[in-house]
């Protein structure tokens, strides 16, 4: 049993609440147990954070940056430890969590630039004085992290909120409580002042008590549409609080007259089926040209499907796809294709869970052409793609659109105009050509519209949300105008 679990005020913790644990979901082993936060910890750790913000909040902007570059520098030295970390929680190779790592550690340069680009100071001379525009941190925020990204998801809020000058309570996903304490580990050997970042783990009741607790100033979140929904609920009526929501996506992604047939697939398998179909941006909705063209594309990319490397995270050869991050994730996939093959949606390539206990399952192809009207606007977050054949580009286009979702959407096509054409019609926050649609640039915002947002984005925008802008007119002295208002005599 752990009893390290709660950081608090630079303190280790044992729980208070109720047993949680997680586990491995490629090798089915408890790699982590041990009691979650209770009211009284949480209530403690936010207020470990407003004690902290006054002194933190007080530094200059590069006095801060030492302790974040630091961190920085302790995940380098890491890397792999904080990799296999995540490898373990989640499932995914270790190729693509070392590259996760990777993104961690980019996250400061590229915060640092933007704090500055995006929140920086400017001055403007005035006939009588000097008008500024600056920026303040909010105050004590609540990070929540998803599972899928446990270390660079709730980082890209974390590092941000910190440069501005916030104090933070961080509820990592309950499914990758580990990988968090490995990185607040880190965060404390970089000397971070006592409270400036505290952590509470836990499962739904800790996060309600952390995100309904009065003394937060703002909330940044992200993870699925249904429980964002239930923050902005849970915020209807404080205007004066922020809320940063990063959600989920069905998003589409088109092919029309490309002529590069495996670039195509490709591209198809890079943005459905990485990560094992768990990352937001993923490609969910597939329209493909009806005709022999289209045939071709699908039997190149059913044939490329059928050969995806499916294996464990440590594997010497590593494989594409890891495990999904648990054996409930995997068995929700197989339930969401049982769904859409009894509405009569014809199976190309079945998802099959591959070992009922794990979190093992191999990626589907699904063609939904005939039930398009009947198909439920969800997202189905693992490696299940709905094909659409499609005769007219403009009726996909409506189709592709045809979501309350709006995070990524894509077309791979070689005609120019076609792209334009589509630019303008299509709503998305993120919008490729003949890319896939999953890697979004950390140098970008990161966001989109509809349930996947509140147009609050992350990522290189993140410093928007981190702080608010205040405008001053200022001048040394108090001096008369030379010309008084009319009807003025002093
Ligand atoms: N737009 C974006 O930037 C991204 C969005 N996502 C989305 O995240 C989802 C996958 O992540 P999950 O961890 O399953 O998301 P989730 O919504 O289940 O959990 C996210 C966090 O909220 C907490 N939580 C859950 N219910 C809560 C409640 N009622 N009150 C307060 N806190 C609560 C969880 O413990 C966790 O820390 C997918 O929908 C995916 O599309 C994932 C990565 C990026
Ligand atoms: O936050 C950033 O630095 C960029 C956004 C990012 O890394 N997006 C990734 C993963 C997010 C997800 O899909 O879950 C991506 O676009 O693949």
């Known amino acids: 049993m752990n009893t390290h679990t709660h950081f608090i005020a630079d303190n280790w913790l044992a729980g208070e609440g109720h047993d949680i644990k997680s586990i491995d979901p490629a090798k089915k082993n408890v790699i982590w147990q041990a009691k979650s936060a209770s009211q009284e910890q949480v209530n403690s750790a936010v207020k470990a954070a407003r004690s902290a913000f006054a002194s933190w909040s007080n530094l200059t902007f590069d006095e801060r940056l030492v302790f974040v570059k630091k961190f920085a520098e302790l995940l380098a030295q890491n890397k792999q430890a904080i990799a296999l970390s995540i490898a373990q929680e989640t499932g995914k190779p270790l190729w693509e969590t070392a590259t996760e790592v990777g993104a961690m550690i980019g996250k400061i340069a590229l915060s640092e630039k933007a704090y500055h680009e995006r929140t920086g100071t400017v001055e403007n001379a005035m006939p009588l004085g000097k008008a500024f525009i600056r920026h303040k941190p909010h105050g004590v925020v609540a990070v929540f992290g998803p599972y899928n990204f446990p270390g660079h998801l709730p980082n890209g809020h974390i590092v941000p909120a910190l440069l501005a000058g916030n104090t933070i309570v961080f509820k990592p996903s309950d499914l990758t409580p580990l990988v968090a304490e490995k990185t607040l580990e880190l965060w404390q050997q970089a000397g971070l002042p006592a409270g400036v970042l505290n952590m509470v783990q ?57 002529a590069d047939i495996k670039a195509v697939v490709h591209d ?223």
């Not at 005769?391 to 334009?420: R, V």
Request: hydrophobic share 40%; aromatic share 8%.
């Open 202 to 258: 836990g499962e739904v009741e800790t996060g309600k008590a952390l995100a309904s607790h009065s003394g937060l100033d703002g909330l940044f979140f992200t993870g699925s549409s249904r429980t964002g929904r239930l923050l902005h609920e849970q915020f209807a009526g404080h205007p004066g609080k922020i809320l940063a929501l990063e959600m989920g996506g069905n998003n589409p992604l088109i092919v029309k007259d490309a």
């Open 268 to 490: 198809i398998i890079q943005s459905a089926f990485v990560t094992s179909g768990q990352r937001c941006t993923c490609a969910r909705r597939l329209f493909i040209q009806q005709g022999e063209a289209g045939d071709v594309i699908m039997n190149k990319l059913i044939e490329a499907t059928n050969n995806i490397q499916v294996g464990m995270y440590d594997a010497e050869a590593q494989p594409f796809m890891g495990a999904m991050v648990s054996q409930h994730a995997a068995s929700l996939m197989v339930k969401a294709q049982q769904q859409l093959l009894t509405l009569g949606a014809k199976s190309l390539v079945e998802l099959k869970h591959l070992d009922i206990e794990s979190g093992f399952v191999s990626p589907g192809i699904i063609d939904v052409t005939d039930i398009i009207k009947d198909m439920p606007d969800e997202e189905h977050f693992g490696p299940l793609l709905k094909v659409i054949r499609y005769t007219d580009f403009d009726q996909a286009i409506d189709e592709a659109n045809n979501t309350s979702f709006g995070l990524s959407a894509g077309l791979l096509a070689d005609n120019q105009a076609d792209y334009e054409h589509f630019y303008q019609r299509i709503r998305a926050g993120i919008v490729n050509w003949n890319r896939p649609i999953t890697g979004a640039s950390g140098a970008a915002p990161f966001g989109g519209i509809g349930d996947s947002g509140n147009h609050r984005a992350s990522a290189y925008y993140a410093a928007d949300y981190c702080s608010y802008p205040v405008a001053s007119v200022e001048l040394e002295k108090t001096t008369l105008p030379d010309t008084l208002s009319p009807g003025l005599s002093i």
